[in-house]
């Protein structure tokens, strides 16, 4: 008697469904040069974040410091983005 090969006794592994998932998961591998590329904006937005923070405790003027401010917010934002892209999170919208 022959044994049966294991592919005939277990499920595919790509099932109906699975197809998707999988073609979501490869789009969302990033290469080791483009990891290293957000990794080197990652730091280089919280340098910028730092840098602006003490900036604006140093400023006395209101209209620099509401520039700084949304020169701040923008950064943030950005660092949130590149760390959701590092993390394979989706962007919101």
């Known amino acids: 008697m022959r044994a049966l090969p294991i592919s005939g006794i277990l499920p595919s ?14 789009k969302n ?5 483009e990891i290293h590329r957000l990794k080197r904006r990652e730091a280089d937005l919280l ?12 400023t006395k003027e209101l209209d620099t410091i509401a520039f700084k401010s949304k020169l701040y917010r923008e950064a943030q934002a950005e660092l949130s983005r590149v760390q959701d892209k590092l993390a394979g999170r989706e962007p919101e919208e």
């Open 13 to 26: 592994v790509h099932a109906k469904g699975f197809e998707k998932e999988d073609r979501t998961l490869n």
């Open 29 to 33: 591998r990033l290469s080791s040069a």
């Open 47 to 58: 340098q910028r974040i730092k840098k602006l923070k003490q900036r604006m405790n140093e």
